[in-house]
């Protein structure tokens, strides 16, 4: 099947979401084995069915006007609507090029 079809994606982020529920999760996350990377990104992760599904959290009339945000996205793949799939590629490449530097890797 499509690898972008809704269906799909929810199944995958359905499956992280398991994972992460898992009770070993926690203490294989927050190792040392992820300590090298900021936020700790293997929880909710840099997953395409994060950024797929992000949950969406509208701000009120009073924070729109103080901060000029409408809305809030948590890529954290719990979200109840899908973002196009054009649009959570660019936020997954943004992000991945501001977090990390050739210099992660070299850890």
């Known amino acids: 099947g499509d690898r972008f079809s809704e269906p799909f994606l929810a199944r995958a982020a359905e499956l992280e979401r398991s994972v992460r529920a898992l009770p070993s999760f926690d203490k294989?996350?927050?190792?040392?084995v992820?300590?090298?990377f900021p936020g700790h990104s293997c929880n909710p992760g840099f997953s395409f069915p994060n950024y797929i599904f992000p949950t969406m959290e509208v701000k009120n009339?009073?924070?729109?006007?103080?901060?000029?945000?409408?809305?809030?996205m948590t890529f954290d793949g719990k979200g109840s609507e899908r973002i196009p799939v054009p649009a959570a590629?660019?936020?997954?490449?943004?992000?991945?090029?501001?977090?990390?530097s050739t210099s992660d890797w070299d850890r």
């Not at 294989?28 to 040392?32: G, Q, T």
């Open 61 to 72: 009339a009073s924070e729109v006007r103080r901060t000029g945000v409408s809305r809030l």
């Open 89 to 100: 590629l660019e936020y997954l490449r943004s992000v991945q090029e501001n977090t990390f």
């Open 34 to 36: 992820d300590a090298g």
């Open 28 to 32: 294989v996350c927050f190792s040392d």
